[in-house]
């Protein structure tokens, strides 16, 4: 997601329900939101009002996995921290062929 004040849509991200996750990336917000949820109603409760927000969706990469799951862990789910810590090594892993085939 873009916006013109991507900082105060992340706190607002963070209130919101429908909001799984949200992470500042630069000037974008990568949201993690429930699947049946659209587009505009997502922009409509983090930047309402803002003619130059939009948001792309994109495939959730091994990396979201991994970030998801030790929040869970942090906050005392029921995922194993060593599971997030495979499954983050075997993101390493995929990163690295996939560097050394293109190459």
Known sequence: MTCANPTEALARAR???VVRDATLFGN???VLAVEDLAADALLAELAAGDATASIRPVAPT???VFVTLAARSRAGGTVNGFLAILLKEFAHIRRDRERSSSR
């Open 28 to 30: 974008t917000l990568h």
């Open 62 to 64: 091994l990396e979201d």
């Open 15 to 17: 209130r919101a329900a």
